[in-house]
């Protein structure tokens, strides 16, 4: 949320690989780990790589940080989810586009959560 950790994939990287590390170190714990990664460069063919990171980042479960299954628990703060969403905001209006839009996340029996899903960035 704050920390701006760099997560560089090369050409000659496997795809599965870098895409399992980078779902781990960007979603987990909502990104809110000091060691979060926030950003992601493809060099090359590792362009290649986004369509599978969409794919499993789509997948992942939001909810309770309790519960067994859960990949993406809520944010800490209602100032946390403002602050993101806004960021979030700020880059539509500078020309990025969120193929993976986890603004509006919302889960079932908790509505009070301060969700946002996973969410993707690019340009």
């Known amino acids: 949320m704050g920390a701006q950790n760099h997560a560089v994939v090369l050409e000659d990287a496997n795809p599965n690989a870098a895409v399992a590390a980078l779902v781990a170190a960007g979603f987990g714990a909502s990104g809110q780990?000091?060691?979060a990664i926030s950003r992601v460069v493809l060099v090359g063919k590792a362009k290649a790589v986004l369509p599978l990171l969409l794919?499993?980042?789509r997948k992942l479960t939001l909810g309770k940080?309790?519960?067994p299954g859960v990949d993406v628990p809520p944010l800490n703060s209602a100032a946390a989810k403002e602050r993101i969403?806004?960021?979030?905001e700020r880059a539509i209006q500078a020309g990025a586009a969120l193929p993976l839009?986890?603004?509006g996340a919302t889960v079932?029996?908790?509505p009070?959560?301060?969700w946002v899903g996973p969410t993707i960035v690019t340009g």
């Open 33 to 35: 780990r000091c060691m």
């Open 55 to 57: 794919q499993e980042a």
């Open 65 to 67: 940080g309790d519960t």
């Open 85 to 88: 969403t806004g960021l979030l």
């Open 101 to 103: 839009d986890g603004r």
């Open 108 to 110: 079932a029996g908790l």
């Open 112 to 114: 009070h959560g301060n």
